[in-house]
């Protein structure tokens, strides 16, 4: 029996063609209402392979004009941080808890939250990233229901097969200098929740079958000299 690391590396094609079937389908979703004040559908976008995904909160009104999450201000700050990490947007996969835009940016409904979280699982299942960026209070809320960001910021966490690092949303901390300061170092612990994650997929050491327990060998028989 082998020991041997066994899960296929599923091809960026076979990801991208999945993560666009999943983008279709956003486009086709009017299982709430949120479709009915939209321009565009802002599904996700990134390297299909990627190993950090980011999840942001839903679409603002740029990102509803062009379709592309974190285009914005917000985008603006999330690709200095990306880059304070030596990454481009394009090594990552970036998307929403909702994908389409609440009107007037209000805070997605819990019942859109709900009615989207197939779409965003289903990108979580195909990209199969090895870190997870929640950024804000509701794509941390998917992981840790019931936390305060306050309190959780910054320490990554195990959830299943995979660490999950809570960061305040880039938005927020555009409007306060304090947080700000906040995000940018919790962003540095990036790589270190890549590497613990690194060592979840780092298989087990064979485990080596115990060695027959030795039989003393019999003292040698005394010949009898009579
Ligand atoms: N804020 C988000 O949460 N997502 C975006 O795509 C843009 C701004």
Redesign the pocket.
């Given at each position: 029996m082998s020991f041997e690391h066994t899960r296929t590396t599923p091809s960026a094609d076979d990801n991208a063609a999945l993560l666009s079937e999943v983008a279709a389908e956003v486009a086709r979703c009017q299982a709430c209402v949120l479709y009915k004040h939209a321009l565009k559908p802002?599904p996700g976008d990134g390297d299909p392979n990627a190993a950090i995904l980011f999840i942001?909160?839903?679409?603002?009104r740029y990102?509803n004009q062009q379709g592309k999450?974190?285009v914005?201000a917000?985008?603006q700050f999330l690709e200095d941080l990306l880059r304070s990490i030596g990454l481009r947007r394009d090594q990552v996969f970036i998307a929403?808890v909702v994908k389409h835009w609440p009107p007037g940016n209000r805070d997605p409904l819990p019942e859109e939250i709900a009615t989207c979280g197939g779409f965003l699982d289903r990108q979580i299942e195909i990209i199969n990233p090895q870190v997870i960026v929640t950024?804000?209070r509701f794509s941390m809320a998917k992981f840790f229901p019931g936390e305060r960001i306050s309190r959780i910021h910054g320490v990554a966490r195990r959830h299943r097969n995979r660490m999950v690092l809570p960061l305040y949303?880039p938005?927020a901390a555009l409007h306060q200098a304090n947080l700000r300061r906040t995000i940018e170092e919790d962003f540095k612990r990036i790589p270190a929740a890549l590497a613990e994650a690194e060592k979840l997929a780092t298989p087990a050491a064979p485990i080596k079958p115990p060695e027959p327990a030795q039989t003393p060998e019999p003292p040698p028989q005394q010949l009898s000299l009579f």
């Open positions: 802002v942001g909160e839903a679409p603002g990102e999450p974190f914005g917000a985008g929403n950024l804000g949303h938005a």
